[in-house]
C-alpha cells in the first residue's frame, strides 16, 4: 500500500497515527542537525522531520534525495513545535521510521514553484512538469469544476448529452477544415468539425426537445495567442423556443456557475444591450460593463465652429475619464501615442480637461470657446475634475479606435478588475455582413439564422438593415458565447439563401442533409455555444486560453512536447493514396 | 409561445386547464364525427379531440394534417370517456381552440413507430427519422444517464476529468492511426488519437493522481459489425496504486451503475478469474458467467481405451448440458454440424447422453463401456437426464469451439437472459503474446503494462510465461473494459522493450517524450478503459454498439446520411500539399 493519507490530510487530531504517506518532494531544508522535508501532491504538502533520532540508514537516504523525487514514507505524526497557520497540515509533521525511493528524478528544467523561473518555450516542452505547479493544476481543478457543474446544471433542465460524429463531411462554407484521408474510401476524406451545428439542428428534427455537448471542435486557421487549432465548446439546442425562452435558459446556467464556481450572486437580470447600442456606446459587439465610460457622440454640438479636423468628419465621439483632468502634458502625450498606434488608427487625439475651478484646458482652445466646451462636458456628463478624450473621423474606425482607448483607460483607472464579473447579453444582431472582397452578403452568424419577424419584408428591400434573432453572451468585454433561432422554414431558407446568393444547387449540395431532414416536420429551434476555454479562463482572470487546456499548440499549431505533427511512413500514406507535393 | 406543457405532462389534475402544446403527429384516427391526434414529443404522448364542437375552420385545418406534422394546439383539458391505463396522460384529453401548423411533412420513408417497416439502410439514410422512433431515443436516453452517473461518481472520488489534445503524433504501433494533414506545417501529419494511454500516463506524472476522461477514440480498422472507426471511451488512471486498489474503485462505478441505471443491487464483490482458469474453464478471456457449464478435461480418464480419435489428441473436454438427455438424434446432428462449421471448427462432436433411468447412450459406445461413460459423468459432475457434449483436438482450437459450443447450448437453454447481469473480473493476462508472422513477442495489453513481481526473473529464461498486472472488466461474455499497472521503473521497461525486440533508438523515436517524463519522478500508476458504447449497449440488452450511437457509421465506415467521407476541392488539397494518386 502506497498511502493511508494524502499529502493534503493530516491534522491535530491525526496526533500519535502511524501513516503512510507518498508523494514529490518539493524542498529540503537541511539545519544542522535537522532536516525538513516538504513532502507533495495534489492535495497538499505534509512536512517530514529527520533528526538526531533518525535511525542511521534512513538519513543515509534521506543525504541522497533531491526535488521531484517520488518517495513513499511511513512514521509517526507529531506536533509541530513551530506551526505554520498557511498550510492546512501546518500544526503536524511526520517522523519517519521507513524511506522508500519510487522514483528518482533529474534536476527538472525549470523551478515546480508557484513562480518558475522557466520561460514558455521551455515550459512547453516540459508541460508534464509545468502542470505540477499549483496555479496550472487550479486552473485545470476550475475547468474539472465548471465541466461537472455544466452538466449538473443542463441535466436537471432535462437537456441530454448527444455526442455527435468527429470524421464528419468537409464544408466549404466558413473556416477551413481540417481532413482526413479515409482508407477504406481513397481519394475520399472525412473533415473534422468546426462546430456540430447541423447535427443539433437533425437532432431537434430528430425531436431530442433539448441537447447539449461539450464537445471538441477544430479550425485550421492561422492561430492567434488566443486560438487553438482545437477548442472545446458547450454546444447547446433547444426546441419549440423563441430568444427569450433560450436567454432565460442559459443565463439560469451562468448565475448557477458564477454562485457554485466563484461564489457571486446575480439577483437581477443580466444587462441585454442591442449590437446597435453596443457598437454606438462602446465601440465594441462585446462590452467590457465592469466599468461605464460610455461613448457620447457630439459630432452635432461639435461642428461648425471652424475647427476643419471635425467640420469634415462623420462622426465625433468621446468618454469621459473621471477625476483625469489633473493629467499631466506627459500622460496626455502617451495617451495621443497611444491611440495613433497603427492597430488603433486613429490621427490625433482631442483632449479636455475640466478643472477642479470650472475652467477648461483643451488641445482646441483655440477654436472653442469655454462655453463650447462646457456644452460638450454638460452633453458627455462630466463633472469638474473629469478628462474629456475625444476622437473623429469616420464612425466605424473612430468608434472602434474609442473601444480601445476606453479599455486601456480603464486598464489606467483599476477599473478592470479580473475578480469583478460583468455579464451581459448583446442582441439583435445584423442578420448579413457585406463583404466587399466577395462583393456578396455572408451570415453573420451562420445561414440558417432567423431575421427578426419584423425584418422579412427587408430581404427584397434592403437586406443590409435586417436583424436577426442572434445573441451573444458577453462577460468582462469576452465573448463566451453565441447563438440563434434558426430558421425551420423552407421558403424563408431559401430567400436567406437568395440573400446569401447560393443558388439552389448550391444549398442542395452543401447542406442537402439538413433541407431533407426539414422536409420532415421540422420544429422551430434554437440554441447557444459558448466556448468552455474561454469561459474557464475569464473565471480564472486569465487573458489566455492556454492556461486552461492541459496540453494547448503553440502558435504554428505544433506541440512541441510531443513534436507533433510530423512526418508519416511513405508506406501509411500509400495505403491513403496520397502524395506529399514538395 | 409554444408549449405551457410538455406532450408526457399533463393529468387528471390539469382538468379544466388551458394549455398549449406542440409536437409531432404520431397518428390521426377519424371516427365518423370525431377525429383524434395523438400528439408526441420526447416526453410523451396527449390526445387531441376534434368533434362536432370543434369550429368549422379547425376541423378544415385538421382535415390537411398528416403523419410528422408539427403543429401548435391551444385548447382545454377533459377527462376522457374511456381511459387509457398504458399512457400516463391516459385519463385526459385536449379539446383544441386554435390550431398552428409549425411544419408540415412529407411521407416519412418508414413509419416513425416501435417497430418500424424501414430496413437498416433506409434508416441510416434518415437516421434524423429513426431517432423519433421511442426504442432508439430511449437508447439514447441511456446512454446520457450513463454518462452523468459516471462523472458523478467519479468526481465524487476526486478524479478529475482533464481533456487531452486530439491532434497528437502517429505511432507506427497499435492499429492504423487516421491522419491529419497540417497546412501550417507542409508535408507533416497529426494522428487522431487511439486512445488517450500516453497523455493520461503524463497527467500522472504531472501529479494529478486520479484522471478520467469520457473521450473519442479512433482506429482505422475494417470494420465489424461491432466496430466503428470511432468510438468512445472511459479512460481512466489512477497514482499510488496497486492492482487491487484500481479493482474495487472500479468495482464500486460498475456497482453503482447498476443500481443508479439498472436498478440491479450487487451485494458480494464481483468474481475474479485468471487469465488461466477462464481459458481453461470457458475458454475465452471473456467468460459468460449468466450460466454455468464449465468446461471439464477428460483427457486422462478417456484416454487409451483404444478410440484413435482420443488417444492423439492433446486434449479432451466438455460440458454438460442439464436435462438434455431427451435431445432427438436430429437436435443431437445440428449440435454436430454446429460445431464443424467452419468459425466454429471442430472436427466432429462426442455426445452422451445420461438418461433418467442411469443408462447410457452415446455416439462413442463402441469403444467405452457404460462404466467408462459413467466415470465420466461422474467427473464431469452430470446427473441422470443430463447430455455431455465432448469435444477432442489441440488444446487452443479445442477450447474455442467448446466455447462456441457452451454459448449457443446457453442460448437453446434460454441460459443469457439479457436482463441478468453476470459481471466479474478476469485477472492475470500474459504479458507478452507470440507473433508468428512477426516472429517476435508483442505485448498482450501495452508496452508498458507492468509484469508481476514474481515474473520479473523470467524475463531471461520464459517470457512467454510470465503474467501481468493486467485485468478486463466482463459482463455478459463481452469485454467491457481492461487496463493495467504500468511500468513506472526504468531499467523494468528497458526489459519489457528487449522482450519486445525494440531498440533503445527504437523506443526513443516512438515513446520519447513518455521515457523523458519517466526521468523527472514518475509516481506508481495503473488504470483502466472502459468502452463507453458496449457498456451502454450491454446494460441495455443490445448486440449492437451502433444502437447506442446518435449517428454511426456503416461497415464502409460511411455516414450515408451526410454523405461521408467525400471528394474535396483541388484547392484544398493543394494547400495541404497534397495529392491523389489514383
Redesign the interface.
Known amino acids: ?3 493511508t493519507h ?1 499529502c493534503g490530510e493530516l491534522r491535530i487530531e491525526n496526533l500519535g497515527e502511524k501513516v503512510t504517506l ?1 508523494g ?1 518532494i518539493q524542498t529540503i531544508r537541511n539545519l544542522g542537525g535537522m532536516t525538513f522535508v516538504a513532502l ?4 497538499g504538502i505534509t512536512q517530514l522531520v529527520f533528526d538526531e533520532n533518525t535511525p542511521e540508514q534512513i538519513k543515509n537516504q534521506v543525504e541522497e534525495l533531491g526535488r ?3 518517495i513513499k514514507i511511513i512514521g509517526n505524526v507529531v506536533e509541530r513545535s513551530s506551526k505554520n497557520p498557511k498550510m492546512p497540515t501546518g500544526d503536524v509533521e511526520i517522523i519517519a521510521e521507513h524511506l522508500t525511493v ?5 534536476i ?1 528544467p525549470f523551478t515546480i514553484e508557484n513562480e518558475t523561473d522557466g520561460g514558455d518555450e521551455i515550459r512547453m516542452k ?4 509545468d ?2 505547479r499549483n496555479p496550472v ?1 487550479e486552473n ?2 476550475l ?2 469544476r465548471m ?2 457543474e455544466i ?2 446544471y443542463l ?1 436537471g433542465e432535462k437537456f ?11 464544408t ?1 462554407e466558413g473556416a ?17 468539425p468546426q462546430s456540430p451545428q ?2 443539433k439542428q ?2 431537434m ?5 433539448k441537447y447539449f455537448q461539450i464537445v ?1 471542435c ?1 479550425r ?1 486557421e ?2 492567434r495567442a488566443d486560438r487553438q ?2 477548442f ?1 465548446q458547450i454546444d447547446c439546442e433547444m426546441s ?3 430568444q427569450e425562452d433560450v436567454l432565460n435558459t442559459f443565463e439560469g446556467l451562468a448565475k448557477y456557475l458564477f454562485l457554485e464556481v466563484k461564489g457571486a450572486k446575480f439577483e437581477e437580470s443580466f444587462p441585454r444591450i442591442t449590437y446597435d447600442d453596443a457598437m454606438n456606446y462602446y465601440g465594441s459587439d462585446k462590452p467590457d460593463l465592469r466599468f461605464g465610460m460610455k461613448f457620447s457622440e457630439i459630432t452635432e454640438i461639435a461642428q461648425g465652429k471652424g475647427f476643419k479636423v471635425f467640420d469634415s468628419v462623420e462622426y465625433i465621439g468621446g468618454i469621459v475619464a473621471n477625476g483625469c483632468a489633473e493629467y499631466s502634458r506627459k500622460k496626455v502625450d502617451e495617451l495621443t501615442a497611444f491611440v495613433q498606434k497603427p492597430q488603433v488608427g486613429a490621427k490625433g487625439l482631442v483632449y479636455v480637461k475640466y478643472n477642479q475651478d470650472g475652467t477648461f484646458k483643451s488641445s482646441v482652445d483655440k477654436f472653442f470657446s469655454p462655453d463650447n466646451l462646457k456644452s460638450w462636458a454638460d452633453f458627455m456628463n462630466a463633472k469638474p475634475g473629469d478628462l474629456l478624450l475625444i476622437l473623429a473621423g469616420n464612425k466605424n474606425d473612430t468608434q472602434n479606435a474609442l473601444n480601445v482607448l476606453r479599455l486601456e483607460m480603464g486598464d489606467r483607472l483599476g477599473l478592470r478588475d479580473k475578480n469583478k464579473f460583468a455579464p451581459c447579453w448583446v442582441v439583435d444582431f445584423p442578420l448579413l455582413e457585406w463583404v466587399d472582397e466577395e462583393k456578396r452578403f455572408f451570415a453573420k452568424h451562420h445561414p440558417f439564422t432567423s431575421p427578426k419577424t419584423e425584418d422579412i419584408a427587408l430581404f427584397d428591400s434592403d437586406p443590409a438593415k435586417m436583424h436577426a434573432n442572434a445573441y451573444d453572451f458577453v462577460i468582462n468585454g469576452v465573448e463566451i458565447g453565441g447563438g440563434s433561432i434558426r430558421i ?2 423552407a421558403e424563408l431558407q431559401q430567400k436567406m439563401f437568395n440573400a446569401l446568393g447560393i443558388s439552389t444547387e448550391e444549398a442542395e449540395e452543401k447542406f ?2 439538413l433541407l ?9 429551434h434554437g440554441g447557444i455555444a459558448f466556448g468552455f476555454d474561454r469561459w474557464c479562463s475569464v473565471f480564472g482572470g486569465s487573458e489566455s486560453i492556454r492556461d486552461y ?3 494547448p ?1 503553440n502558435n ?4 512541441v ?9 511513405e508506406k ?1 500514406l ?9
Open positions: 500500500m502506497y498511502r494524502t507518498s514529490w507533495r501532491d495534489r492535495y521531484e523525487f517520488v519510487l522514483s528518482k528524478s533529474e527538472p516540459y508541460r508534464y512538469l502542470l505540477r493544476r485545470l481543478e475547468r474539472h465541466g461537472q452538466r449538473k441535466d441530454m448529452e448527444i455526442e455527435t460524429p468527429y470524421l464528419i463531411k468537409s466549404p477551413r477544415d481540417f481532413i482526413v484521408p479515409s482508407r477504406m474510401n481513397p481519394g475520399e476524406f472525412y473533415a473534422l447541423t447535427f437533425l437532432l428534427v430528430s425531436g431530442f426537445d471538441k477544430f485550421d492561422d492561430l487549432p482545437e472545446t419549440f423556443v423563441d425551420f422554414n442537402g442533409f431533407d431532414a426539414f422536409r420532415f416536420g421540422a420544429p422551430p487546456i492541459a496540453f499548440k504554428s499549431g505544433r506541440d512536447m510531443i513534436d507533433s505533427p510530423s512526418v508519416v511512413d501509411q500509400k495505403e491513403l493514396t496520397l502524395k506529399v507535393i514538395k
